[in-house]
């Protein structure tokens, strides 16, 4: 047909309890993967499984138990804050709701409202900021519980400061969870049990950090460059997070893919 496919003869296996980090240049196929696990995209050719059962035979109800998804645009439902919280465990208590928004760093700036976490926060949350809005949706996801937690870190799209909120909030979070991080952060790439990097709807390497590095092929690449070989933390709107934790301004807005 001379369509270009999304995705070409990927394969790979991921253990109970890891956290396996994906890593390319914009448009390499990361997103479009994590989004084959909860059946947001099916494949047309080939099966995606979760302990050796195809996705496509569990029930929805039965997979949204299993995944939790941390999205670079966290949906917000026009209701109130506790609502938007319960969506992730409709039994889930008021000391658990709090428990869940205080390990998500975002406790502090609910009750700031007026209404706390009765506040409306408006379509697609509008009243919160895009930092705000993904701290609350690690406070849903926590209180979800999942077995396999999806995260896509995207961190261009918050400032320095709300990229360390997000970070701090997510530690507890993926804790001992299979994790499947399409990573743009240099400390989740370091900590990952196994790195998969993406090319042109392909995975081209695949190893540890250590591993990949001595292979000198696209992995080396994207951490010499996009993390200047260990000194860049982070790229974030307004900003780099260095390792050392000191922050170099930038004027200009950036796009990391």
Known sequence: SGRRLALNGVSFEIEPGQLAAFVGPSGAGKTTISYLIPR?????????????IDVRDMRLQTLAGIIGYVA????????????????????ATQDEIETAARAA??????IDFPDGYD????????????????????????????????????????????????????????????????????STILSADVIFAVDQGRI??????SELLRKGGLYASLYNEQFEGGRIESI??????????????????VLVG
């Not at 947001?40 to 050796?52: A, W």
């Not at 760093?105 to 609910?110: A, E, K, L, P």
């Not at 896509?152 to 990229?163: K, Q």
């Not at 081209?204 to 950090?209: D, I, K, L, P, R």
Request: overall charge negative; some cysteine; charged content about 25%.
């Open 40 to 52: 947001l995209y099916d494949p047309t050719d080939g099966m995606v499984k979760i302990d050796g």
């Open 204 to 209: 081209v390497e695949q190893g540890t950090h």
């Open 72 to 91: 670079q645009d966290s949906y917000l439902f026009h209701a109130s804050l506790r609502s938007n919280l319960l969506y992730g465990n409709p039994n």
């Open 105 to 110: 760093y975002i406790h502090d700036r609910i």
């Open 236 to 253: 974030c709107e307004d900003g780099v997070v260095m390792t050392d934790g000191t922050i170099v301004p930038r004027e200009e807005p």
């Open 119 to 186: 506040t409306v926060v408006g379509e697609r949350g509008y009243r919160l900021s895009g930092g705000e809005r993904q701290r609350l949706s690690i406070a849903r996801v926590i209180l979800h519980d999942p077995r396999v937690l999806i995260l896509d870190e995207a961190t261009s799209a918050l400032d320095t400061v709300s990229e360390r909120n997000v970070q701090s909030a997510l530690e507890p979070l993926m804790a001992g969870r299979t994790t499947i991080a399409i990573a743009h952060r240099l």
